[in-house]
């Protein structure tokens, strides 16, 4: 059973830049299909990226993100990114790391039921 922390939020101007870090417990971190998802206030969660076992061309990104956040991870470290550049005002929500075994291409899990592991939350507010 993985276990999640989130780490890297906080607060920045609209043009920033934030790298999020998610750092999973267990040795089977390479086994997972990793993914970002966020939630703004009073919305739905929403699918921000997702990166195969491997990483590499196997990633995937929302239409609202993609050209600006890149996802990536280490296996070693058993850590996920997501370095978000050119942040919006309406990129401030909650970010979640999620994981899951079932998948193996990054464009096929895409919704939050694709996914048993959840870290808690980082909190990123972009000021316009």
């Known amino acids: 059973q993985a276990q999640l922390v989130e780490s890297g939020g906080g607060s920045v101007q609209a043009g920033g830049s934030l790298r999020l870090s998610c750092a999973a417990s267990?040795?089977?971190?390479?086994?997972?299909?990793l993914a970002w998802f966020r939630q703004a206030r009073g919305k739905e969660r929403e699918f921000v990226a997702s990166?195969?076992?491997?990483?590499?061309?196997?990633?995937y990104y929302g239409d609202s993100v993609k050209g600006r956040f890149t996802i990536s991870r280490d296996n070693s470290k058993s850590t996920v990114y997501l370095q978000m550049n050119s942040l919006k005002f309406e990129d401030t929500a909650v970010y979640y790391c999620?994981?899951?075994?079932?998948?193996?291409?990054?464009?096929?899990?895409?919704?939050?039921?694709?996914?048993?592991?959840w870290g808690q939350g980082t909190q990123v507010t972009v000021s316009s």
């Open positions: 999620a994981a899951t075994m079932r998948f193996t291409f990054a464009s096929l899990a895409t919704r939050p039921p694709n996914y048993e592991y």
């Open positions: 267990g040795s089977t971190f390479s086994t997972y299909m």
């Open positions: 990166i195969g076992r491997s990483g590499g061309s196997n990633t």
